[in-house]
């Protein structure tokens, strides 16, 4: 592709392409293979295809007026020199407005749908102002390394690739972004409709994708701080706008008006309002990012995840119940380009149904689960049944443990929890009858109906938490008398009179440690 936009050492066409030169050599005496040009009542120089102007007739060179015929120009191969009364010039400049079409009548410029490549050789050092001013059928500009001097050159084109040669020390394309950034202030001056933002990037400059049609989406990223004005100015199709800033670019005058009226505008999480006060907005919704993910369900390794808010998911359940023994959780998932942590197991998980979807049956399938490190909750049912789930350890985090989440899982044996449950749901270890011992939390505060009813083997069960957890009814229904409950040293008293109520527990059954 670029090859075919770079100028051939001593040709000149109209049209077509030319393998990569060779960067030429500095104008010297030779003009033999130079285009001759033939010099106009009003001073200025033309081919059959160009019109040229003598920029500085002590250093031979001359600069790209216009082509001959504007409205017939698909394209042009500006050459490097020309011969001008038998003397060598080389083109060093490309006029301001050379390829656009300015209509007298209307006294403004219109639209070019006939240029459709120009190829810039390496002679060039300087394009003017707004050379290919609505040039829609342009779609490949290659920059040379010479070219030290351009500003809004390309303004309002069907653009889909900009090349900047590397190793130029004015412009750069970093990371093949499609777009000229100004390298010492890392401003983006030129973009096109495959334009990646890259990071770094601090400005992104006046009319930068003016009138980009082509343009539907584009992230901003977090290093820009300022985006002057005109930058998206009648970018009729841009319907998603990402913002990674947390803090909201400074907008100038005018630079989203205009915009689809649909477009929704992407912000960090906790930076919605801060946007919608900030920016002018002239479009449609302001959303956190990751918001259009909820809610969709994405299957990785066998399990469904489904995305429950703009940074968190949850687990669903195995793709196929049958398949799922050892089962190993994410810590966190991609959905649509965004990250988001496993934050929960989901109600009924790994529960399994009879066919009337009525009773659940038992689950002799699951042996092992393997929790995130992101866990926070486990949900109603999650592993009712699973009776060949012999251990479990929660990780940190995990604050509550929903109703029934492990009801009659009754080769259960072990159960790790974490210091920061808070909360052990009704009928959560219901007949886990292969618990011998537990122990609470520091900072449990609840316990709710029954949660550990039937367990006739439980033997030991210790409490860190100086002040005794709230019981409901029948948590400890059916616990052997011989279990002894172990308690924080001086909390004796306090747990015989907090839970003396609601157990068959005496006050000479709690022992301190």
């Given at each position: 592709?670029?090859?075919?936009?770079?100028?051939?050492?001593?040709?000149?066409?109209?049209?077509?392409?030319?393998?990569?030169?060779?960067?030429?050599?500095?104008?010297?005496?030779?003009?033999?293979?130079?285009?001759?040009?033939?010099?106009?009542?009003?001073?200025?120089?033309?081919?059959?295809?160009?019109?040229?102007?003598?920029?500085?007739?002590?250093?031979?060179?001359?600069?790209?007026?216009?082509?001959?015929?504007?409205?017939?120009?698909?394209?042009?191969?500006?050459?490097?020199?020309?011969?001008?009364?038998?003397?060598?010039?080389?083109?060093?400049?490309?006029?301001?407005?050379?390829?656009?079409?300015?209509?007298?009548?209307?006294?403004?410029?219109?639209?070019?749908?006939?240029?459709?490549?120009?190829?810039?050789?390496?002679?060039?050092?300087?394009?003017?102002?707004?050379?290919?001013?609505?040039?829609?059928?342009?779609?490949?500009?290659f920059i040379p390394k010479e070219?030290?001097?351009?500003?809004?050159?390309?303004?309002?084109?069907?653009?889909?690739?900009?090349?900047?040669?590397?190793?130029?020390?004015?412009?750069?394309?970093?990371?093949?972004?499609?777009?000229?950034?100004?390298?010492?202030?890392?401003?983006?001056?030129?973009?096109?409709?495959?334009?990646?933002?890259?990071?770094?990037?601090?400005?992104?400059?006046?009319?930068?994708?003016?009138?980009?049609?082509?343009?539907?989406?584009?992230?901003?990223?977090?290093?820009?701080?300022?985006?002057?004005?005109?930058?998206?100015?009648?970018?009729?199709?841009?319907?998603?706008?990402?913002?990674?800033?947390?803090?909201?670019?400074?907008?100038?005058?005018?630079?989203?008006?205009?915009?689809?009226?649909?477009?929704?505008?992407?912000?960090?999480?906790?930076?919605?309002?801060?946007?919608?006060?900030?920016?002018?907005?002239?479009?449609?919704?302001?959303?956190?990012?990751?918001?259009?993910?909820?809610?969709?369900?994405?299957?990785?390794?066998?399990?469904?995840?489904?995305?429950?808010?703009?940074?968190?998911?949850?687990?669903?359940?195995?793709?196929?119940?049958?398949?799922?023994?050892n089962v190993v959780v994410a810590?966190?998932?991609?959905?649509?380009?965004?990250?988001?942590?496993?934050?929960?197991?989901?109600?009924?998980?790994?529960?399994?149904?009879?066919?009337?979807?009525?009773?659940?049956?038992?689950?002799?399938?699951?042996?092992?689960?393997?929790?995130?490190?992101?866990?926070?909750?486990?949900?109603?049912?999650?592993?009712?049944?699973?009776?060949?789930?012999?251990?479990?350890?929660?990780?940190?985090?995990?604050?509550?443990?929903?109703?029934?989440?492990?009801?009659?899982?009754?080769?259960?044996?072990?159960?790790?929890?974490?210091?920061?449950?808070?909360?052990?749901?009704?009928?959560?270890?219901?007949?886990?009858?292969?618990?011998?011992?537990?122990?609470?939390?520091?900072?449990?505060?609840?316990?709710?109906?029954?949660?550990?009813?039937?367990?006739?083997?439980?033997?030991?069960?210790?409490?860190?938490?100086?002040?005794?957890?709230?019981?409901?009814?029948?948590?400890?229904?059916?616990?052997?008398?011989?279990?002894?409950?172990?308690?924080?040293?001086?909390?004796?008293?306090?747990?015989?009179?907090a839970w003396g109520d609601v157990?068959?527990?005496?006050?000479?059954?709690?022992?301190?440690?």
């Amino acid at each position: 592709m670029l090859a075919a936009l770079l100028l051939m050492p001593l040709a000149f066409a109209a049209c077509g392409g030319s393998d990569e030169p060779d960067e030429p050599e500095p104008p010297v005496d030779d003009v033999t293979g130079l285009t001759v040009l033939t010099e106009t009542e009003d001073g200025l120089y033309r081919s059959d295809v160009l019109v040229f102007r003598i920029t500085d007739k002590s250093k031979h060179e001359v600069e790209v007026v216009n082509p001959v015929s504007p409205e017939t120009c698909r394209g042009a191969e500006i050459p490097h020199a020309v011969n001008i009364d038998g003397e060598r010039y080389a083109v060093t400049a490309i006029a301001d407005k050379a390829f656009s079409f300015y209509e007298k009548k209307s006294n403004a410029y219109s639209e070019n749908n006939v240029l459709e490549f120009l190829t810039i050789p390496h002679s060039v050092k300087r394009i003017g102002k707004s050379v290919c001013l609505y040039c829609r059928a342009l779609k490949t500009i290659f920059i040379p390394k010479e070219v030290t001097d351009m500003d809004n050159a390309f303004l309002c084109c069907g653009l889909t690739e900009i090349v900047v040669q590397e190793g130029n020390p004015v412009f750069d394309s970093r990371k093949n972004c499609n777009a000229v950034i100004r390298t010492k202030d890392d401003c983006l001056l030129v973009g096109c409709q495959n334009t990646v933002i890259p990071d770094g990037v601090k400005t992104i400059g006046e009319r930068a994708f003016h009138k980009c049609n082509g343009l539907t989406e584009i992230v901003i990223p977090a290093s820009v701080a300022t985006i002057k004005y005109w930058a998206f100015l009648s970018c009729s199709n841009l319907t998603k706008i990402t913002s990674l800033n947390p803090t909201p670019p400074t907008v100038e005058e005018d630079a989203f008006s205009y915009v689809n009226k649909a477009c929704t505008v992407y912000v960090p999480v906790g930076s919605r309002n801060a946007y919608i006060n900030a920016w002018p907005f002239e479009y449609g919704a302001v959303k956190e990012i990751g918001s259009e993910a909820v809610d969709k369900v994405v299957t990785i390794n066998g399990l469904k995840y489904r995305v429950t808010s703009t940074t968190e998911a949850e687990l669903v359940g195995p793709e196929d119940l049958n398949k799922a023994v050892n089962v190993v959780v994410a810590d966190e998932i991609q959905v649509d380009g965004y990250t988001f942590k496993v934050t929960a197991i989901g109600d009924r998980a790994f529960t399994l149904l009879d066919e009337t979807q009525e009773q659940i049956v038992d689950n002799e399938i699951l042996r092992s689960v393997k929790f995130p490190k992101s866990l926070v909750r486990v949900g109603f049912q999650a592993f009712s049944a699973c009776v060949n789930l012999t251990q479990i350890v929660l990780p940190e985090g995990v604050t509550t443990i929903d109703m029934m989440a492990f009801i009659d899982c009754r080769r259960l044996s072990k159960v790790t929890f974490p210091s920061t449950l808070l909360d052990i749901g009704q009928h959560a270890f219901y007949y886990c009858k292969a618990l011998t011992e537990i122990t609470l939390p520091g900072q449990l505060k609840d316990i709710r109906k029954q949660a550990f009813d039937a367990n006739g083997s439980l033997q030991k069960i210790t409490s860190l938490n100086p002040t005794p957890p709230t019981l409901e009814y029948g948590v400890f229904g059916s616990v052997p008398r011989s279990c002894t409950i172990y308690v924080p040293k001086g909390c004796k008293s306090k747990y015989a009179n907090a839970w003396g109520d609601v157990t068959d527990f005496v006050y000479d059954d709690y022992v301190e440690m």
